[in-house]
């Protein structure tokens, strides 16, 4: 077994991020497994220098330790343009040149716009066109999820909480694989980083159960080994809502501060859990 913790070092850890290092490093040494420690950095414009080292100290604080160094998305951006490729070569992805506010312009023009988990879907506006030598700056590239589908037929994964799920392939539309200033995307990174890492269980918040049903996508259409899921509730704040990196006073380093020991952060956790 091989888990993993994956945060981005946009900011500090908070209450939630605590929770979900503890499951996956819990769940390894339960059965005598590795875990693992990454990081999620492809957001370049958002990431800290700072928030790498306090990341690792406030898991220390916790007693959660990587076993094996930390590695850094923006270390393996080659890989993520292999693939890239790859999906490329299968003619599932395409080329999307549209920007926020033509996208949002095509969806008020639309009488039933596609929605998703989170809201309007990309409408499609680009899936059809051929990229024309005029263009000069880099497209995104999107996931053609009609094509994807054909190639890969029925999925599903299995979750230790949901059991087995049936992939919708269009629950998130068409959404973008390559990014215009890095050539990558969460999507596309994560599936790659997890494969390459040989994880064989991810632990994450079930905020990220959507994202699933595209990463069983990729790894079938890259060929790439299918890991078990545990898509564990979310911690929330004392009013109800789902913590974010904002909540100062809910991160680890402001729990240390105020003498929680590492249990006390661990059993503040628990109890704000949400219903799966």
């Known amino acids: 077994m091989i888990t993993r913790f994956a945060p981005s070092p946009t900011g500090l ?17 339960e059965n005598n497994g590795t875990f693992l420690i990454r990081f999620e950095d492809i957001d370049h414009t958002r990431v800290r220098p700072e928030f790498y080292q306090s990341a690792l100290d406030d898991l220390a604080y916790l007693e959660i330790y990587s076993d094996l160094t930390p590695i850094k998305q923006l270390d393996r951006l080659p890989y993520y343009q292999k693939a890239l490729q790859q999906l ?16 949002q312009a095509e969806l008020q023009n639309l009488s039933n716009a596609p929605h998703g988990p989170e809201g309007p879907l990309y409408p499609g506006t680009c899936r059809d066109k051929t990229r024309s ?25 299995s979750d230790k909480i949901y059991g087995t799920i049936e992939v919708n392939p269009h629950l998130l539309g068409d959404i973008i694989l ?12 994560v599936t ?43 911690v929330l704040d004392n009013h109800g809502k789902r913590l974010a990196k904002r909540h100062d006073s809910l991160s680890i380093k402001a729990l240390i501060q105020s003498r929680k020991s590492p249990q006390d952060i661990l059993n503040l956790a628990s109890k704000n859990l949400s219903n799966p």
Not at 14 to 29: C, F, I
Not at 90 to 98: A, E, K, Q, R
Not at 178 to 189: E, F, G, M, Q, V
Not at 192 to 220: C, E, F, M, W, Y
Request: glycine fraction near 4%.
């Open 13 to 29: 850890l908070h209450l939630g991020h605590a929770w979900s290092a503890h499951l996956a490093h819990q769940m390894a040494k």
């Open 133 to 157: 030598p005029s263009h000069k700056t880099e497209p995104s590239w999107r996931l053609d999820t009609k094509k994807a589908s054909k190639v890969t037929g029925p999925l599903t994964f």
């Open 192 to 234: 790659v980083d997890d494969a390459h890492q040989k994880i064989t269980h991810i632990t994450r918040g079930n905020d990220l159960l959507p994202s699933t049903h595209v990463h069983r996508l990729l790894q079938t259409l890259l060929q790439l080994p299918q890991p078990k899921y545990l898509h564990h509730p979310l």
């Open 88 to 103: 490329q070569d299968l003619g599932v992805v395409y080329p999307c040149t549209c920007t926020r506010k033509q996208i």
């Open 178 to 189: 390559a990014r215009k200033d890095i050539a990558t995307s969460y999507h596309l990174a």
